[in-house]
Structures are given as structure tokens and as C-alpha cells.
């Protein structure tokens, strides 16, 4: 803990990601996707589905709550808060308050198209409200009204954001006959009844902006910049090449710029911004990484490169903002939710005379070195892509900061491929020692 608070120090200008070490969240049978976090005061929250990926044919969720900043998480009661859902996540509201949506129900993707609104059910949407951070729940019936030229709403998606006014937008995806839309969708009843107040982008459009769109999924993400635009980010395909796309409004929703083409590719993206101004992006891809993106101005024209938090990762990654600096980002694999704790920074002072570690060995995914200092940095290198993963990007991997001389990294790296690691000893002043490097290693 008092390394993690070491950690949560801002400084001017951060823009390097620095994480702890995995946490376990949950590992059970059923989980397909990380689900979604918040933070609500001292306690945060992780609600995630727990069923099939089938596209609505099932449904239940689960939930765990950490009480100590993301170090420990304990499981909580299946289908809380809101009962048996398709879907369910939790956002923050203005006044501390939380809000929660969940989905009874997901349209037939077979069906596109074809279905009106009286396909869609009357208990379609549940809200739930919070005002003693997650503990209690009051629970009613939500509304979606969609004009007739859109379809239906085929999924609203996370996150709620809040103007000073106090309405509450949500992004969502409709299909229609006239094709597939990304929307924005705006509650001036704190989340009771929705209506759609514009379409930020249609399929046709982004095909036109050079971004192929392959799946039906417009997985979309809306944040504020720190300019005051507001930016959407929305996913086109689900292999790991499908490059995302980015919308942006000057007029706080009203109306969208054409879209503009990414260089990156994923799923189911997220947008922060976070107290300090710097813009997060993160997505990820079962073959291309678990990745956090930063625009450091906070206005998102511009990107720095992939920091990769976990190879092991689903497409459905999640992350919520812990302080002026710091996210907690949670990733799905082989049937679990990881969290890592992120903080940034600007790059460390290099102190030659500070000794670096030695005698690196990796067992059985436990990495271990030798010669302690206050803490080090542990960085894997990946210089070999494991077979059957040709999409698999080259990318610089997030340094880890750990306590000792040991860390457990048998699943985050990619299973078969070849790394080497680079290990800094860290002193109490935050300097890091030149780097000791591995021999070439095997995730087996």
C-alpha cells in the first residue's frame, strides 16, 4: 500500500505508464469479458458478465469489490446489483453518486435490419442509483426512445458522462434498414428516459474513411478533451488489424466531424480523461495485447505509441480513473479478470552508480534477480512472436515497479513467445540504475 500511494504522486507533464504487478480480480468458469470498473470513494467496484458470449441467448453477471485501492478484491453475491442481466456496468455520477445500467435483453444480430420497436421488450433496460458508494441500491425500469430511422437500439454502452447542467449522455449502437449507426444518447432525468440526441458515425461513413467495417459490434466510447470537445472512438471489425476510428464533436454532442482513421486496432475501446488533462485510450485484441494509448495535450489528434499491460488478454478490457494520475485498467484471459494499477510519470533520472540488479532467472513464469534495492522496474522485451500469432504487434511493454526480487509473470506474457527482460534498481529519490538484461526466454 505505501508503495502504491508512493505511486499515485503526480508530476508535471506525465506521460510514461509505470504499473504494480497483476492483481487477481476473479477466476471462475464463464467469464468472456472483463466487465466494467468504477471507483466510488474508497471502494471500487467490478461488474462483469457471466455467461456465454452468445449475443443475449443467456444471461447473469458477476461482481467484486477491492476496499484498498485495487490491492485485494473479494468476490460479491452473482447478479448484484441489479439482478440477472445480459450486461451491467456502473459509472460515477457528479455528486458521488452511481448509476447503473443493465441490459434484460440484446436484439438477434441475424435479425438487423428487420426489427421495430415493438421487438423491443418493455423491461429491456434496468437503472439502478447509489448514494452510499455501491452498498444500496434502488432499482426501476429505464426507457430508450429511438426514432423510427435508426431501428432499434441495439446496445447502449458504457460510459455515462455528465454535463455541468447534470444531464447524461451514454453512447449506444442502433441497427436499421438504413444501416448501422454509432449514437449518443441523452437523459435529462438522471438516467430514467433516453432519447437519441445524434448519430456520431455510420458504417457507410467509416468505410468511406478508409477503415473497413466488418462487424456489426460499433462499440463506441465518448469522453470530453480537455480542449472541450468531446471525442468518440468506435470499433469496425474484430480481427487484430481492424483499425478504430475517431469522431469528433466541437458543439458537446450536437453534431460530429467525418470520421478520421486510427492507427490502431481493437475492440471495444475506452476513452478517459483524466484530473491532469492527459487523454487515455485503452483497447485489446486476444492476439495483439492489452494496450493503453496517451494523448498528452488531452485533446486525442495526437497519440503516443501502444504500451502493452498483458499479452494474455480478451478484446473486452475496462479501466476507470483512480486519481489526478493513476487509472486501474482489468483485462479478461483463460477464464479470469486481472487488474493492474497504473500511474504516470515523467521518465526517471538515470543514476550510473546505482548498482543493477543480476543473476536473472525465469521458472516456470516466476521471474527472480538478485541484489535488492528500495524497488525495481521490470520490463519484458518481446523479440519473438509465439507460433500461430502473426498479428501479434512488437511493442513496448509498461514497466512494472515491484517490492523484492521476484515477480510472477507467467500469465501476462505470451505463451510461447520469446522475451528478454530488462531489470533497473530503483532508489528512495526515484532513480533507476542502468538496465541488467536477460538472456533470451520462453513463456512456456
Not at 448514494?131 to 432499482?139: I, R
Not at 475501446?269 to 495485447?289: C, D, E, M, R, Y
Not at 505463451?415 to 528478454?420: E, L, N, P
Amino acid at each position: 500500500m505505501r508503495l502504491f500511494l508512493l505511486l499515485m504522486v503526480t508530476v508535471a507533464h506525465a506521460q510514461m505508464p509505470l504499473v504494480l504487478p497483476r492483481v487477481p480480480v476473479i477466476e471462475r468458469e464463464g467469464i468472456t469479458g472483463a466487465g466494467q470498473i468504477v471507483q466510488a470513494g474508497k471502494r471500487l467496484l467490478v461488474l462483469y458478465p457471466n455467461h456465454p458470449d452468445d449475443f443475449g441467448g443467456s444471461g447473469g453477471s458477476g461482481a467484486s469489490v477491492s476496499e484498498d485501492s485495487g490491492a485485494t478484491w473479494q468476490a460479491q453475491p452473482d447478479d448484484w446489483p441489479l439482478g440477472k442481466t445480459v450486461d451491467v456496468w456502473a459509472d460515477r455520477l457528479r455528486n458521488g453518486d452511481l448509476i447503473a445500467i443493465g441490459l434484460n435483453w440484446a436484439p438477434d444480430p441475424k435479425k438487423r435490419g428487420e426489427l421495430t420497436a415493438k421487438d423491443v421488450p418493455a423491461d429491456a433496460y434496468l437503472l439502478g442509483l447509489s448514494t452510499d458508494g455501491g452498498l444500496n441500491w434502488h432499482k426501476e425500469r429505464m426507457v430508450i426512445e429511438c426514432p423510427t430511422e435508426f431501428g432499434i437500439i441495439a446496445r447502449p454502452l458504457p460510459h455515462v458522462i455528465e454535463d455541468e447542467s447534470g444531464a447524461l449522455f451514454m453512447p449506444a449502437y442502433a441497427w436499421g434498414k438504413s444501416g448501422n449507426h454509432a449514437l449518443l444518447l441523452q437523459s435529462k432525468d438522471r438516467g430514467r428516459h433516453w432519447s437519441v440526441l445524434s448519430s456520431i458515425t455510420t458504417a457507410a461513413a467509416m468505410v468511406k474513411a478508409g477503415a473497413p467495417v466488418t462487424t456489426p459490434w460499433l462499440e463506441t466510447t465518448v469522453s470530453p478533451t480537455q480542449n472541450g470537445d468531446w471525442l468518440a472512438v468506435v470499433r469496425t471489425g474484430s480481427s487484430a488489424k481492424s483499425s478504430l476510428v475517431s469522431v469528433r464533436s466541437t458543439d458537446h454532442g450536437q453534431t460530429w466531424s467525418t470520421p478520421e482513421k486510427l492507427p490502431i486496432a481493437g475492440k471495444l475501446p475506452t476513452l478517459q480523461l483524466l484530473p491532469s488533462g492527459v487523454l487515455a485510450l485503452l483497447t485489446a485484441h486476444t492476439k495483439n495485447h492489452c494496450r493503453l494509448y496517451l494523448s498528452t495535450d488531452g485533446n486525442g489528434r495526437a497519440w503516443s505509441a501502444a504500451h502493452v499491460l498483458s499479452s494474455q488478454s480478451g478484446g473486452n478490457a475496462g479501466m476507470t480513473i483512480t486519481g489526478k494520475d493513476s487509472l486501474l485498467i482489468i483485462s479478461p484471459a483463460n477464464k479470469r479478470i486481472d487488474a493492474w494499477r497504473v500511474s504516470l510519470r515523467a521518465s526517471p533520472a538515470v543514476a550510473d552508480s546505482l548498482a543493477s540488479p543480476k543473476d536473472i532467472a525465469f521458472i516456470k513464469g516466476t521471474l527472480t534477480w538478485s541484489r535488492a534495492a528500495a524497488a525495481h522496474e521490470v520490463t519484458p522485451v518481446l523479440i519473438q512472436k509465439a507460433a500461430g500469432y502473426d498479428d501479434t504487434e512488437i511493442l513496448p511493454h509498461t514497466p512494472i515497479r515491484v517490492e523484492g526480487t521476484k515477480l510472477d509473470l507467467g500469465r501476462q506474457l505470451l505463451i510461447g513467445a520469446t522475451y528478454v527482460v530488462e531489470i533497473r534498481s530503483v532508489d528512495r529519490e526515484g532513480r533507476v540504475s542502468p538496465p541488467a538484461r536477460s538472456v533470451p526466454l520462453v513463456n512456456r
